[in-house]
């Protein structure tokens, strides 16, 4: 089989019903979350191109839809955990979803350079930097070390994303796009996982700061 087939087969395989999915159904997505996209600079990017590791804080179950109008003309693969494939139905469409299954307590290499892989072939991937879902409002937890050597073995940017739970679905829903970080032109390498997860950590405070300020402001004009 040739490489040009190849690609072909693959393309049907692994994107097909994703972009059907997204030609049809974009619209109800971005009509249901209404985003509002704030940016902390003129640096930020609510249109990411090229590879990149999208790092988000996870407060509900609905992060994960939502995820479709952070980016929403790209193909976005997300991280997620091994339970959620436990059902043979419902691990056949998240993976045509574009998730990716990892083994949160055993993470092994074939998974990590399954998506070192993506990301070096110019994709999106989109990963919930605290490894789990934090149920205390107004907090960041610590961030785990495998998104940054993830993107230290990549060459791609960081870009931490806010996402503002909604108390219900008539509000809009609010996200806050931080800056991408180049670890390398900050110095930091393989050696540094934890304080260049520390400072991501920082940069998705401030995002979270900026996010709640914009909410309780609009808050205050409705009143």
């Known amino acids: 089989m040739s490489e040009e087939k190849r690609k ?18 974009l619209w109800g997505w971005e009509l249901f979350y209404r985003p509002k996209k704030i940016l902390i600079s003129k640096n930020a990017k609510k249109f990411i191109k090229g590879g990149a590791l999208i790092c988000l804080n996870h ?11 952070i980016s929403p003309f790209r193909r976005n693969h997300i991280v997620a955990g091994e339970v959620a494939f436990t059902n043979k139905t419902t691990s056949f469409f998240l993976k045509r979803f574009l998730a990716i299954p990892i083994n949160r307590e055993a993470f092994s290499y074939g998974q990590f350079r399954d998506i070192v892989n993506l990301l070096k072939d110019g994709r999106i991937v989109n990963i919930f930097c605290e490894g789990h879902m934090n149920l205390v409002p107004h907090t960041i937890d610590e961030v785990k070390e495998g998104p940054i050597l993830m993107a230290l073995s990549a060459k ?9 739970p909604r108390k219900n679905i008539f509000e809009r829903q609010r996200l806050g796009y931080g800056e991408p970080i180049y670890l390398d032109k900050l110095g930091y390498g393989k050696h540094d996982l934890k304080q260049a997860a520390a400072y991501l950590r920082e940069r998705l405070i401030e995002l979270m700061n900026l996010v709640e300020e914009d909410y309780y402001k609009r808050r205050k004009k409705d009143k």
């Open 156 to 164: 791609v940017p960081l870009v931490p994303v806010y996402i503002l």
């Open 8 to 25: 072909r087969k693959g393309y049907f395989r692994k994107y097909l019903f994703y972009d059907i999915h997204k030609v049809l159904c």
């Open 59 to 69: 407060q509900r179950t609905t992060d994960i839809p939502c995820i479709q109008v």
